[in-house]
């Protein structure tokens, strides 16, 4: 293979398109004074937190000009009308829960949709929504993992204690060996909810065509296939008859895999009864409070250590928040409680969960899912070991490490794919020693006694991580060679701004032997890729990228073996660059790919000149055989699946230097390193993009943003003046080095990048900060008014919260 | 879209001052990129619902919809607006420059032939899903045009009132500098300042000491 395109910072395909406003997002199909009108839908939402629906009066919002539907549940015909499904059951999912697609009797969180309007514009849509009277009985909410285990009262009738899930997970004995270990320490952390909270929010345009019965719908998703899936069996199509297209999407970050929400089956279902487009495109406060959001865990760690820091026994127990309903399942605590062990080898551990209802908003996995709680909980406890037994936490960190030559390393665990938890990969102490002289750990502490002595806190902290990435089942390529010699490569994996559209080009490139302008990639359209799972869990690259490889070695084996026959050699004797196949060593031996394409297939009508000119290729047809050979299919195209054994493990390393204003107890910081191991890169510019967007939302999840919801379970800061998302003003410049172990279980030795920017950030800030004040971090975020609060009743504390030798 | 009137009388009836005419439909004739496009809307209409929705120019994006994320900044007059905040008519007459109007391929699709700021957005891969891109890109516009030569600060500060979710800043800083430095000379070679891919090497020595300065 003539490696040309894979390994290089290739600019990207989408630019141009997106750079010049020619980019099409779900809200953008069919506007303008040429484009086929939809109708736009509007939705009453609950603006309670728990409560009975008594009565529904849609009377006057009838005589709003310009309205043209109406909906509430007793609508929904057939399942349409049923719960929405348990994506992905599980044993310890022992009482899943999930609401419908509008609200039948009772609502159990401020934002779920209770009554569809359908009007010419969304102005007369939200115009009707005000003019609905819903009566309600109130019940009362559920708000906060306290709360919810106390079970004072409950979020779902038929589950008296709140408890949606519980598992326990164990290596070894973890209790006995933190009672005989020589040294031990208990204590709580907890981490605040946030959100994925892309730029675009949720989008759905559905069109009906009633003279072929077929549903075309556009939606913001992450998985069209699956939303197509959906839809087919919510309103009873087949699913030939639905088509599902994923468009430009601006930014997915988790939120937009969860399917079907609620209005990819309501506006469908309008559309098909109206006859007419119908749209609805999510505004913002919709988004904050009838999404999802993610996070909220609190954590008990008890841990028995030796001299050296080893860990002999690790046992954990943590309530998760997953809000009023779990139509994901228990992904996010099931990924806290096994990745976790980030890149250590704890010799007994055990880790129990609960994941309790709440009438708030659903959890489901925002980038990074259920990691930076798992890697806040092992990182803090690695520096309380580090504080307790005198040492550097680097050296701790190092004592735990899993060796090179210890992988595959088996963590005796079932990890979220319900496969073993078996690293493929990977040089940890390598990455700590790149980490360190990035960050000028040992220096450091002659600038932090500097600093001080002028009377400026400066703290130093680290985080490290191990992420389990290309979780299966599958996912497939289609390379597809025109007679023109372009190729087009389709996969039913969705982009989210990734640039998919670029890397798997690159990837086609090399492997067909084609220039990569040549080559047009289409993502998320279940028109040209039938069968796909979807982005998330860092999976793209690994997934779809091996399944394109493969498509493009076999359309790569074709291609040669018509040449072969045309040339009358043998494949083997053959090669491709450029988009031409010669002889190896006599380049004049020669056919375009073009010319090719059209050989593969027996009806050749000359429609263009490459068809005219294949023609002189062509040898007389053997009357006695088929013209398309047994086992032959006529066109020049490969289509393949990759389907691994199991996830393979990325890891990284940050650490930051923060410096914190002694009065206002402002976190500034100085200066941040990533060392990041996702093994082969395919585009080093779109794996760095991936990683600084990832540190900012973790920057985000460490220092600014919570969902501040009252006890009455409304949402208090639902809007961007009130939710504190990082403006460039609060990101630091990050320097970045690369580690590449590559993946032995995939053809190209990748791992999945997508997340890993944001898994470490909060513990590696919690370290910082810590290290600065000398004050115990427990819980994040911390905004100044939190630090400053603690470092005001500091001396409140007891002896054990303060660390030794440092005044706060 | 907040507080809503409720008549729907569809009749453009002139209204009391003060009170939102409910319903009421006008037209409103804009120069938009250079071109004079109108169309009949209520005045509640907003500048980005009449560009997207009316004038089918769909290159603006409605991130919030309250005027703080930024995606929906358009240029009025060559001044940067949050065009979910303006109402179609207050706009009436005035000149507006949307993503559409700072650059489009020439015929030959020569990626040259854009705008420096789109230009520069490419080099240094300052997008990823391209939602927040329009609003950066017209603010960038308007403001190397008013400070040709930004330093990494002012660079900083002229990017602070918007929000990205994708891409974490660092390259929009970047290119905030490259288009300065396309506008000045559109041949400037890219250099390594803004397309090095780091590796541990190069990072190691990069203000080594910034926690000290």
């Known amino acids: ?808 | 879209m907040s507080e809503q009137v409720r008549s729907t009388s569809r009749n453009g009836a002139e209204v009391a001052t003060g009170t939102v005419p409910a319903g009421a439909r006008s037209t409103v004739a804009v120069t938009v990129n250079g071109t004079h496009r109108s169309a009949e809307v209520e005045s509640r209409r907003t500048l980005s619902d009449y560009l997207r929705h009316d004038l089918g120019l769909t290159g603006t994006h409605v991130g919030c919809e309250h005027g703080v994320c930024g995606a929906c900044t358009v240029l009025l007059d060559g001044t940067p607006v949050r065009s979910c905040l303006v109402f179609a008519v207050t706009a009436a007459g005035h000149q507006v420059t949307t993503a559409e109007g700072l650059g489009q391929l020439d015929e030959s699709g020569d990626p040259n032939s854009l705008s420096p700021v789109q230009r520069a957005f490419r080099d240094c891969h300052a997008l990823q899903c391209g939602f927040c891109t329009p609003g950066f890109m017209t603010t960038i516009t308007a403001g190397i045009a008013e400070n040709p030569d930004p330093t990494r600060d002012e660079a900083v500060e002229m990017i602070a009132g918007n929000l990205c979710r994708c891409t974490g800043y660092q390259n929009i800083v970047d290119a905030v500098l490259r288009a300065a430095e396309l506008a000045k000379d559109p041949a400037a070679p890219l250099t390594d300042r803004f397309t090095e891919h780091s590796d541990a090497a190069h990072s190691a020595d990069q203000d080594a000491d910034g926690a000290g300065a």
């Open chain 1, 1 to 808: 293979m003539v490696t040309r395109y894979f390994g290089t910072a290739v600019k990207r395909t989408e630019d141009l398109r997106l750079t010049t406003g020619h980019g099409r997002y779900t809200d953008d199909v069919g506007t303008g004074p040429d484009g086929e009108h939809a109708l736009e839908v509007a939705y009453l939402r609950s603006p309670h937190a728990h409560a009975r629906i008594l009565d529904i009066d849609v009377t006057d919002a009838l005589d709003v000009e310009g309205v043209v539907a109406i909906y509430t549940h007793e609508d929904l015909e057939g399942a349409a009308g049923e719960p929405l499904p348990v994506l992905i059951p599980h044993p310890g999912l022992h009482a899943a829960r999930t609401g419908y697609a509008l609200a039948k009797d009772t609502v159990r969180h401020v934002g779920e949709s209770i009554v569809m309007v359908v009007a010419e514009n969304r102005y007369l849509a939200e115009d009707a929504v005000n003019r609905i009277r819903v009566d309600y009985e109130f019940l009362a909410p559920v708000v906060g993992i306290e709360a919810s285990r106390a079970a004072a009262s409950t979020v779902h009738d038929d589950v008296p204690d709140n408890v949606a899930a519980h598992l326990v997970q164990e290596r070894g004995d973890a209790r006995a060996a933190v009672a005989g270990a020589p040294h031990t320490l208990e204590y709580d952390l907890s981490i605040e909810r946030s959100a994925s909270m892309p730029l675009e929010g949720k989008a759905v345009h559905a069109k009906w065509d009633a003279d072929d019965a077929s549903l075309r719908v556009y939606s913001s998703t992450q998985a069209s296939t699956s939303v197509r899936a959906a839809i087919a069996a919510k309103l009873g199509l087949a699913l030939g008859k639905v088509e599902v297209i994923a468009p430009d999407v601006g930014g997915g970050f988790g939120v937009k895999i969860v399917h079907p929400w609620p209005e990819e089956i309501t506006v469908p279902m309008a559309a098909m009864r109206l006859g007419r487009p119908v749209k609805w495109t999510e505004d913002r406060r919709e988004h904050f409070i009838s999404a999802a959001h993610e996070r909220g865990q609190e954590h008990h760690v008890r841990v028995g250590f030796d001299d050296e820091g080893r860990i002999l026994g690790l046992d954990v127990t943590f309530w998760h928040d997953n809000g009023a309903y779990t139509p994901y399942g228990i992904i996010c605590p099931i990924v806290t409680s096994t990745q976790l062990l980030g890149p250590y080898k704890p010799a007994n551990y055990r880790v129990e969960f609960s994941s309790v209802y709440t009438n708030t908003v659903i959890v489901t996995p925002y980038r990074g899912a259920g990691r930076p709680q798992g890697v806040f909980v092992m990182e803090r406890t690695m520096d309380r070991i580090a504080q307790y037994l005198g040492r550097d936490r680097t050296q701790v960190r190092s004592a735990n490490f899993i060796l090179p030559d210890e992988f595959p390393y088996d963590q005796g665990l079932i990890f979220q794919d319900g496969r073993p938890l078996i690293y493929d990969s990977g040089n940890y102490p390598d990455q700590l020693t790149m980490l360190k002289e990035m960050i000028g750990w040992d220096e450091f502490p002659a600038l932090q006694q500097q600093a001080r002595a002028s009377g400026r806190l400066l703290g130093i902290g680290l985080g490290c991580y191990v992420e389990g990435t290309g979780p299966g089942p599958y996912e497939g390529a289609h390379v597809n060679v025109q007679t023109d010699g372009s190729v087009e490569v389709a996969i039913g994996l969705t982009s989210q701004g990734q640039g998919h559209q670029t890397v798997f080009a690159q990837i086609v490139a090399d492997e067909l032997g084609v220039d990569f302008d040549k080559i047009r990639v289409v993502t998320g359209d279940t028109r040209r890729f039938g069968y796909a799972v979807g982005t998330f869990a860092s999976r793209a690259a690994v997934m779809s990228g091996s399944a394109v490889a493969l498509a493009a070695r076999k359309t790569k084996a074709k291609a040669l073996r018509v040449a072969a026959d045309v040339l009358e050699c043998n494949p083997d004797d053959l090669e491709i660059e450029s988009g031409l196949i010669s002889m190896k060593g006599n380049p004049s031996t020669s056919i375009p790919l073009g010319q090719v394409a059209v050989l593969s297939n027996p009806l050749r009508y000359a429609f263009d000149e490459a068809a005219k000119a294949a023609t002189q290729f062509a040898k007389p047809a053997d009357p006695d055989k088929p013209p398309v050979a047994e086992g032959e299919e006529p066109g020049l195209e490969g289509k393949d699946y990759y389907s691994p054994p199991r996830s393979t493990f990325a890891s990284g390393m940050h650490a930051a230097i923060v410096e914190i204003d002694a009065d206002t107890s402002e976190i500034a910081i100085r200066k941040y390193c990533v060392v990041h191991d996702c093994g082969n890169l395919i585009n080093p510019m779109i794996v760095e993009g991936q990683v600084h967007g990832g540190v900012a939302q973790g920057v985000g999840g460490a220092l600014y943003e919570v969902m501040a919801y009252d006890e009455s379970g409304q949402l208090q800061n639902a809007s961007f003046m009130d939710f504190l998302m990082p403006y460039v003003t609060e990101v630091p410049r990050l320097e970045l080095g690369h580690q590449m172990t590559p993946s032995p279980l995939n053809p190209l030795g990748i791992k999945g990048a997508g997340e890993a920017g944001v898994i470490p950030v909060a513990a590696t800030i919690a370290s910082a900060v810590e290290d600065a004040v000398g004050l115990r971090i427990d819980a994040m975020p911390l905004n100044p008014s939190k630090l400053f609060e603690l470092r005001a009743t500091a001396t409140a504390l007891t002896t054990n919260q303060v660390r030794e030798g440092l005044t706060p």
